[in-house]
């Protein structure tokens, strides 16, 4: 029916999840590698949605909190599986199948360090296409489904069952994961295959398999399309100017700040990136050029990396790309829930 990602298509798929994630430290990142070898045997199937029976139980397995609390305190091991086994215990019945809720670094180790740990398939598909900082943003919620009920395992044993209003899980799903660590693994989006294959955006853990292949080039990784903004070098980094806004998330802990830098060739303009936990807007010489929900990016031209909006730095040279979003972005509940103006840009 699927396919097997062996230990070779487990560091293709590892290569791939890197090409436009921010955010992954790198000790929390090799942890996660090295706990997806050390349990994913011969392999995990991989299958479509609409491989499974419609009625298959299918729940999305994701890393929740800081990837640096997780390089800090050490997992047990067993978090992915005790998360959906509470679950399965709250919903009565078995999971058949795993999701990513995302696919960017840790994310997309996760999903299958659960699959192996339970013995069920993988599903080709995420829940984004992107990141984006909050569990509910999501194309399961633009799909009807809800986050909860969610478990989340803890790294020292802890086990925790929450259920509340959609729009609440963040607020309450915060301060959990600060007082078990700063990292859990959560189990969320319960739903049957059939619901599944209709909201997930398809085939992004083959695509990003194939994006982790040597000599493939970075756009393999986006589906839908990337650009390069310009080549510029950062002259500084500043608090944020809010252009008229406050850039503001409540649940995001994070400081806006402003990226400012000096495109390197032809029109030589002054560019400015907007970011509060990611960069959400671009402007060049004060025209906008970017903005969420597509991903924009800065890649070093060192090495390739992206860099993180808390490492860039003056002096960096670096190519803006931007990552276009799944078109349910792009709809006017997607821009609702991932949009400019959740991130308080007037736009």
Known sequence: MGRLIDPGGLDRLSAGSRVFATGAAESSYNLALD????????????????ELAPETLCVAV?????????????????????????????????????????????????????????????????????????VEQTTYTLGGISPVPLALAGGSGELVLLETAAGRVEELLRPVVLSVGGWAVAACYPMTAGELARVLVPETVSLLMRAGEPGVPRSAAAPYGVRTLCRARILSVEGSTGHGAELALPSLPSLPSSIVLRESEDLERLVRLEAHNEIVLALADGAVVATVPDQICMISTDDGMVVDVDKAEPGLEVDIMVVSAAPVWHTKRGLALGGPRVFGLPL
């Open 35 to 50: 706990w997806t070898r050390s349990v994913l045997g011969r392999g995990v199937e991989l299958v479509r949605a609409d």
């Open 62 to 134: 994701s890393l929740v909190g800081s990837t640096t609390a997780l390089g800090e305190q050490l997992p047990a091991g067993d978090e992915p599986e005790r998360a959906v086994r509470a679950l399965e215990r709250r919903l009565g019945a078995r999971v058949g199948a795993v999701v990513g809720l995302n696919l960017a670094a840790e994310n997309a180790l996760l999903p299958l360090i659960a699959a192996a740990g339970l013995g069920v398939p993988l599903v080709d598909g995420d829940g984004t296409g992107r990141v984006f900082p909050l």
